[in-house]
T-cell receptor, first 113, second 113 residues
Framework: GAGVSQSPSNKVTEKGKDVELRCDPI?????LYWYRQSLGQGLEFLIY????????KSGLPSDRFSAERTGGSVSTLTIQRTQQEDSAVYLC???????????FGQGTRLTVV | AQSVTQPDIHITVSEGASLELRCNYS??????LFWYVQSPGQGLQLLLK????DTLVQGIKGFEAEFKRSQSSFNLRKPSVHWSDAAEYFC???????????WGAGTKLIIKP
């Protein structure tokens, strides 16, 4: 597609439920990032995928968070047993190999009630 | 330690007035520098970037930024702001060898009519 696409754009879930957030990167972009942006805060790095290499998961805040990238394209971020502190905007970005500038999707606003 | 500082959390500027948003960084390697803009409810859009060469870089929407190595700064400027420039602006630093950008906390720009 023309840009990074994220779905859903908004998600309200009950505490304790699992959620899946989807990211479809720009075609041809081998690098994919997930970030979290809490209200009034900057960006918190979560995870990075580059091609077929093992992902950098160093930013995942707990073992309730996981992500996968299938076929080197679409990625899913899963949050298990959601907590209220997980409420935030989750941003996905992609970039070309060797290029640090990232292109962002519109984000998924997650609200845990 | 690597860091990016945006000293102003909020800035209020009258429409038509000039703008300067400050960004200071601490980074061990030769930096790649970025400014992104985030309009309400939107993802981040790349305004401009500096990799090497001319230290004054031009970006989209009439923005420019100047890299000053001696001051470890990369300030964003615009000669005359428009109401549509109201948004949050993020500075980030990275390196070619390191995909993980270091982000500032953002500066929220408010435009007075």
């Amino acid at each position: 597609g023309a840009g990074v696409s994220q779905s859903p754009s908004n998600k309200v879930t009950e505490k304790g439920k699992d959620v899946e957030l989807r990211c479809d990167p720009i075609s041809g972009h081998t690098a994919l990032y997930w970030y979290r942006q809490s209200l009034g805060q900057g960006l918190e790095f979560l995870i990075y995928f580059q091609g077929n290499s093992a992902p950098d998961k160093s930013g995942l805040p707990s073992d309730r968070f996981s992500a996968e990238r299938t076929g080197g394209s679409v990625s899913t971020l899963t949050i298990q047993r959601t907590q209220q502190e997980d409420s935030a905007v989750y941003l996905c970005a992609s970039s070309l190999t060797g290029r640090p500038e990232a292109f962002f999707g519109q984000g998924t606003r997650l609200t845990v009630v | 330690a690597q860091s990016v500082t945006q000293p102003d959390i909020h800035i209020t500027v009258s429409e038509g007035a000039s703008l300067e948003l400050r960004c200071n960084y601490s980074y061990g390697a030769t930096p790649y520098l970025f400014w992104y803009v985030q309009s309400p409810g939107q993802g981040l859009q790349l305004l401009l970037k500096y990799f090497s060469g001319d230290t004054l870089v031009q970006g989209i929407k009439g923005f420019e930024a100047e890299f000053k190595r001696s001051q470890s700064s990369f300030n964003l400027r615009k000669p005359s702001v428009h109401w549509s420039d109201a948004a949050e602006y993020f500075c980030a630093v990275g390196a070619q060898s390191n995909y993980q950008l270091i982000w500032g906390a953002g500066t929220k720009l408010i435009i007075k009519p």
